[in-house]
T-cell receptor
Framework: GNSVTQMEGPVTLSEEAFLTINCTYT??????LFWYVQYPGEGLQLLLK?????DKGSNKGFEATYRKETTSFHLEKGSVQVSDSAVYFC????????????FGAGTILRVKS | GAVVSQHPSRVICKSGTSVKIECRSL??????MFWYRQFPKKSLMLMATSNEGSKATYEQGVEKDKFLINHASLTLSTLTVTSAHPEDSSFYICSAILPSGGHTDTQYFGPGTRLTVL
């Protein structure tokens, strides 16, 4: 079946530190991959996406590369800010699963000033 | 980007009453909307897929008679929690697909509705 595994949090970093949140997936076919961010008390916002192997999604300094050989889509940012504190969800969507999003468990990121 | 709204943002109700939550796509037409439930510090659980003009498709384990979904127009889907009980207390989130041609369609999420059943 389709599933997404994310590293457990919370991840606590100091401002300007480098961020990596690992995400691996299991899927048949060629899924699209997404990172969503949820700020406290809000709904999810699409952060970035990649639709095919070797694509790099990027937005607001975050980036993730679709690696089919390792079935991974790790999220990175070179220098985090306090305002990046949120919950980050990795997700996949697979045509063979009716185009429904399958989410990972989410990773809490806390950035200290 | 596309905007999806939900109303109300918070609702508190007594056990046994019904609650209706609205999900609207504000600047696009959405033939497909989704309803999710999120438990504290957990991921989103897909409850059902709402298709305009047809019956909703429910995920396994979700009671369709308890969670009534109506997708009356291309911009509005409603979720009614019938005879709500404290265990139905949760954060309910809807999303709508902005069509761009099959595989690259993007899902936009509403801000969520916090339901508390006393």
């Amino acid at each position: 079946g389709n599933s997404v595994t994310q590293m457990e949090g919370p991840v606590t970093l100091s401002e300007e530190a480098f961020l990596t949140i690992n995400c691996t997936y299991t899927a048949t076919g060629y899924p699209s991959l997404f990172w969503y961010v949820q700020y406290p008390g809000e709904g999810l916002q699409l952060l970035l996406k990649a639709t095919k192997a070797d694509d790099k999604g990027s937005n607001k300094g975050f980036e993730a590369t679709y690696r089919k050989e390792t079935t991974s889509f790790h999220l990175e940012k070179g220098s985090v800010q306090v305002s990046d504190s949120a919950v980050y969800f990795c997700a996949l969507r697979n045509k063979e699963y009716g185009n429904k999003l399958v989410f990972g468990a989410g990773t809490i990121l806390r950035v200290k000033s | 980007g596309a905007v999806v709204s939900q109303h109300p943002s918070r609702v508190i109700c007594k056990s046994g009453t019904s609650v209706k939550i609205e999900c609207r796509s504000l600047d696009f037409q959405a033939t497909t909307m989704f309803w999710y439930r999120q438990f504290p510090k957990k991921s989103l659980m897909l409850m059902a897929t709402s298709n305009e003009g047809s019956k909703a498709t429910y995920e396994q384990g979700v009671e369709k008679d308890k969670f009534l979904i109506n997708h009356a127009s291309l911009t509005l889907s409603t979720l009614t929690v019938t005879s709500a009980h404290p265990e139905d207390s949760s954060f309910y989130i809807c999303s709508a697909i902005l069509p761009s041609g099959g595989h690259t369609d993007t899902q936009y999420f509403g801000p969520g509705t916090r339901l508390t059943v006393l």
